[in-house]
């Protein structure tokens, strides 16, 4: 059996844009005809690489739902919306609606509303009346406004309150509560909506949910479809202890594909090379042995060659969790690349797997948080919050490429944080005779310019090293 829901995790709308939004910070939320067009292509693609659904934050809100929140409409914004669900519909593709519980999005109705207010401007208090009115106000708004298949529900991701009243619940006790009630919320109402859970920001990075607190997470799934251990930072289902957690549940059980980039939205969308097939696909293996059935499997901007070739061969792997992955990789730069001869084939499927493990083979995978120079320390603090029992488990699921926020393009802390000035100097090497493979054969496809796409890549991510190491 393979998995039985494999969502393309959009994340914010304008992540998956083939331009730059250099001049706003993220997460920016606009529509404009470039995106729908976006939108469109990558539709396609994920329709064709199997997947049935997508999940996208930022539709009609990022920071702010507004107090009147019908004027989230203002100018032409449910008609840019619904133009978007109905693309994903006339494609077979369910539209998965990511909603913040408590946070993201209430940050003005916290400012306008002192009976929500906590101990945290971005997350309205757990034990106030008044906040669970606004959240039922927003669900009722969204259901009732535009078609959505289903909904993503995240309560904890920018923390949490930890007023008197709140502070009497751990952290796995709140969050699932939360989310356990507007799931049944949503369920009294609109009972064939698809809902998920995601537990993004639940535990610190590094820790593990204590098998005593398992009982909160059950209780949850019994009002759920899916509970999603996405991994971001860390997965908070010890690995060693997911097949029995998940015996328990009574939904599916799901995670991320174990590593992502997280698209960086001020980049050039042509500044990084970095598949990662055998990555992701030995991490969804063990997930579906595990008892696994469920993959939001992150999306970005297909321009960029590495990152069209993940999306679209994690989809087969979802599709045929038993396939060998070389396979899929080749049955993927087939479809995609169009190599004139079996030999040009065999040939860029080396060369994406090189240059996979040419940046495997020289990261360092622990982030080491209370090293880092403190001018890049600063933006993933914000983020999250370590594990102080072990730090050593500050493994990025998702990687960063820049600072998450600011305005202008960031500095490339990826290979800064991520990579010692020996690890830039050997990945330099390998993705210079990776070029030099990329030469002799690139005029073996028809392949929409993607070739040169990824010459393009490849030099980018070198004059970024040559940069740090100067």
């Known amino acids: 059996m393979n998995f039985s829901k494999k969502i393309a995790m959009g994340i914010w709308i304008n992540d998956i844009k083939n331009t730059p939004l250099s001049g706003s910070n993220w997460p920016d939320v606009s529509i404009d005809g470039q995106l729908l067009d976006d939108c469109n292509n990558i539709f396609n693609l994920i329709k064709k690489a199997g997947y049935d659904s997508v999940d996208l934050f930022g539709l009609l809100a990022g920071h702010d739902w507004p107090p009147n929140i019908e004027s989230v409409f203002k100018d032409n914004r449910k008609e840019q919306v619904n133009q978007i669900i109905e693309m994903a519909h006339s494609k077979g593709i369910d539209i998965i609606f990511g909603m913040g519980i408590y946070s993201w999005g209430f940050d003005e109705i916290i400012r306008h509303d002192p009976e929500v207010r906590g101990t945290n401007p971005s997350a309205m208090c757990g034990s106030s009346e008044a906040s669970k009115k606004w959240q039922e106000k927003v669900i009722e708004f969204v259901a009732s406004n535009i078609d959505v298949d289903g909904f993503h529900l995240e309560a904890s991701d920018q923390g949490r309150c930890s007023c008197e009243k709140c502070a009497k619940e751990n952290n796995v006790e709140y969050y699932s509560r939360l989310n356990k009630e507007a799931a049944i919320f949503i369920k009294d109402r609109w009972p064939d909506k698809y809902l998920l859970v995601n537990d993004c920001g639940y535990m610190a990075w590094g820790d593990f949910v204590d098998k005593k607190d398992f ?4 209780d949850l799934g019994n009002h759920i479809d899916a509970f999603i251990d996405n991994g971001n930072h860390g997965l908070f289902i010890n690995e060693s202890d997911r097949k029995e957690f998940i015996k328990g549940l009574n939904c599916e059980f799901g995670s991320a594909g174990g590593f992502w980039v997280y698209p960086p939205q001020r980049w050039d969308r042509l500044r ?5 097939i055998k990555k992701t696909g030995n991490f969804l293996k063990s997930l579906h042995d595990d008892g696994g059935r469920v993959c939001e499997f992150y999306l970005g901007p297909t321009i960029n060659p590495g ?3 993940n999306i679209y061969a994690g989809g087969l792997i979802l599709s045929g969790i038993e396939r060998n992955l070389e396979s899929i990789l080749k049955e993927t730069l087939k479809k ?3 190599p004139y001869k079996d030999s040009y084939l065999e040939s860029i499927a080396e060369i994406f797997l090189d240059a996979e493990d040419a940046f495997f083979n020289n990261w360092e995978p622990c982030i080491k948080p209370f090293e880092l120079p403190e001018e890049f320390a600063a933006d993933v603090e914000t983020l999250v ?14 990687l960063f490429l820049e600072p998450l926020v600011g305005i202008g393009p960031g500095e490339p802390i990826y290979l800064i944080n991520n990579m010692t000035e020996k690890g830039r100097k050997s990945y330099k090497k390998d993705l210079e005779g990776i070029i030099m493979q990329i030469e002799e054969i690139k005029e073996g496809f028809d392949d929409g310019g993607r070739i040169s796409r990824i010459i393009t890549c490849i030099k980018n991510v070198i004059a970024d090293i040559n940069i740090i190491n100067k």
């Open 215 to 218: 009982k909160y997470l059950y």
């Open 272 to 276: 990084w090379f970095l598949p990662y």
């Open 307 to 309: 990152t069209e070739i």
């Open 336 to 338: 995609l690349y169009k």
């Open 385 to 398: 919050t370590w594990s102080k029992n072990t730090p050593e488990r500050t493994v990025p699921g998702e």
